[in-house]
C-alpha cells in the first residue's frame, strides 16, 4: 500500500525521527504506485504555489517553508523553523523510486535551515532515507 503524507513540524520530511508521525496532518493511500504518484504530483505543485522555500530528494520527499515561520523551542533555547513535509511512501517507508527531476531539481533551499540539536544527538541526526 502507498501513502501520499503531508505534515507539517520541525523536521524535514526525510529525517524519520522516532515519533515523526505525530507530525502527520493528512494521509492518503493508494493501491497503485501511480494514483500515489499523480496524487503527489498534485499536492507538490499546490504547496510550492504556498511556500517560498523548497527543497527536494529525488525519492518522492520535499519540504517546502516560508521565512519567520518558526516555534520556539525551550529545549534548544532558540526558534525552530517549521516545515510543510511532503511524502510519498509504500508501507510507511520511503520509497526508491525517483521523482521526476522537475520536483527535486526546482529546490529552492536558501533561508533558515535548522532542527533541534537535542533531537540530533537523541536519534544521532541521522536519516532513513
Do not use: H
Amino acid at each position: 500500500m502507498y501513502q501520499v503524507i503531508v505534515m507539517y513540524g520541525d523536521n524535514e520530511p526525510w529525517w524519520f525521527f522516532e515519533d515523526w508521525q505525530a507530525d502527520i496532518e493528512e494521509a492518503v493511500a493508494f493501491q497503485s504506485l501511480e494514483s500515489a504518484q499523480a496524487f503527489y504530483k498534485e499536492q507538490w505543485i499546490k504547496l510550492k504555489s504556498q511556500y517560498t522555500y523548497i527543497n527536494a530528494k529525488s525519492n518522492f520527499l520535499s519540504a517546502f517553508w516560508n521565512e519567520g515561520d518558526e516555534r520556539w523551542c525551550e529545549e534548544c533555547d532558540d526558534d525552530l523553523q517549521q516545515y510543510k513535509g511532503l511524502a510519498l511512501l509504500k508501507d510507511n517507508q520511503p520509497i526508491l523510486v525517483e521523482s521526476g527531476k522537475e520536483f527535486y531539481e526546482a529546490t529552492n533551499s536558501s533561508g533558515k535551515t535548522k532542527c533541534c540539536q537535542g533531537l540530533e544527538q537523541s536519534f544521532g541526526g541521522t536519516a532513513k532515507a
